[in-house]
């Protein structure tokens, strides 16, 4: 195991509270987030709430990530879709290498070219949950494995993003993979606090 440190950013200039390895993050409801784009409407919603942090950027290697969620809200399910992990890439023209989020039906797996929902009979959402990924950053691609209260739910794969295929008339913030998590949503139905404690992210090798 190699020591690895991470200073946690804001992504799109949002607050949350922090001490140490504890993060809060709060969203109030019909409040558009701070992002390029967060308060344009499409098909799927109307705008996107967002309070999330970032690590730097990754270089090859094994990562893995864990911390303990909690969530305080009015109804389980406090919007259509919110999310509680990333791995990116380039934020903005592309999607998430991988991204475990909450739907309707429970938790959902997902990276550029597939989603899954994860069996409820396997898994069920409660708001409190021990989350575990492990990250595996090769050459060309971007392995990632999930582990949540100690049951592998799912393991997702993608092409990782090569510098020479992005447009280069468009600024890109990022083209090493890193992590995001917080609280990121849309159709939202109340308020919500999203808190991780013991935040760690270690690299494996």
Not at 95 to 105: A, I, W
Not at 140 to 162: C, E
Not at 166 to 172: A, M, P, Q, S, V
Request: aromatic letters at 12%; hydrophobic letters at 30%; a positive charge.
């Amino acid at each position: 195991m190699i020591k690895f440190e991470t200073i946690w950013k804001h992504s799109c200039h949002n607050e949350w509270i922090q001490r140490g390895n504890y993060f809060e993050f709060f969203l109030k409801k019909g409040t558009p987030g701070k992002c390029i784009g967060d308060a344009d409407s499409t098909r799927y919603y109307k705008f996107k709430e967002r309070s999330e942090v970032r690590s730097t950027e990754l270089d090859q290697g094994v990562y893995e990530w864990s911390a303990n969620l909690e969530i305080i809200s009015d109804t389980l399910f406090h919007a259509k879709y919110f999310s509680l992990f990333q791995v990116h890439g380039v934020i903005l023209t592309t999607k998430p290498y991988s991204s475990l989020s909450v739907k309707h039906s429970g938790f959902n797996l997902s990276s550029p070219n597939s989603s899954k929902d994860v069996p409820s009979d396997l898994l069920k959402y409660n708001r409190k949950h021990h989350i575990n990924v492990r990250v595996v950053i090769g050459k060309k691609k971007v392995i990632v494995r999930y582990k949540i209260d100690d049951k592998h739910i799912g393991t997702t794969s993608a092409d990782k993003l090569q510098s020479d295929k992005l447009d280069k008339n468009f600024h890109h913030d990022s083209v090493k993979p890193f992590l995001k998590f917080g609280a990121y949503r849309w159709e939202a139905n109340c308020d919500v606090t999203q808190i991780y404690k013991d935040v760690t992210l270690i690299k494996k090798q």
